[in-house]
């Protein structure tokens, strides 16, 4: 079981004992991902908001709205603060649910009366995800940049979950053997 699957169990767990025999507790493992937090906030808060933690969708947004902003001054694009919080706070619905509306993901309309599909949706091009350049049409290339930058964070909770739970577990094993 990796750490990000250790998580989501840990996060529901209702036994939370500190027992130094075990190495890898729910304990342990919360404890990681908080430290993991310190270095990556966004990589943790998009572990939380997947995991179904509402008041994640908050932070992850304050931080990506902030990252929008400095990322459109280095591309020398125009954004304000209230847009770059209105454009997070779009790529993370997005990023939650890219699903066309129009064809429900089929990427063809379903024929009236059956379970047939039919001609290629137009909004979507026949991809089933809503275009994210077409929601944000004067800003795409943030929102591009958002997504991929959301997506990169996203694969470095669990390493870096993993790099401060094996520090943890080194010097826990070092106390261990030095009591024997």
Request: net charge positive; aromatic share 4%; charged share 25%.
């Amino acid at each position: 079981m990796n750490v990000i699957e250790r998580y989501a169990s840990a996060v529901r767990s209702t036994n939370l004992e500190i027992n130094e025999r075990t190495t890898r507790s729910d304990s342990d493992v919360l404890g990681a991902m908080g430290l993991a937090s310190r270095q990556f906030p966004l990589a943790v808060a998009l572990q939380r908001l997947f995991l179904g933690d509402s008041i994640a969708a908050r932070e992850l947004v304050e931080i990506l709205a902030d990252d929008a902003w400095r990322q459109a001054r280095a591309m020398k694009v125009r954004l304000n603060r209230v847009q770059a919080y209105d454009l997070a706070h779009g790529c993370v619905a997005w990023h939650r649910n890219p699903t066309c509306d129009n064809c429900g993901g089929h990427g063809a309309t379903v024929i009236p009366g059956s379970k047939t599909l039919g001609v290629k949706c137009k909004p979507c091009k026949g991809t089933g995800r809503t275009s994210l350049s077409a929601l944000f049409k004067e800003h795409a290339e943030i929102a591009d940049w958002l997504v991929a930058h959301m997506e990169k964070h996203q694969a470095m909770a669990g390493p870096e979950a993993m790099k401060q739970i094996a520090g943890y577990l080194d010097l826990k094993i070092a106390v261990v053997e030095a009591g024997k």
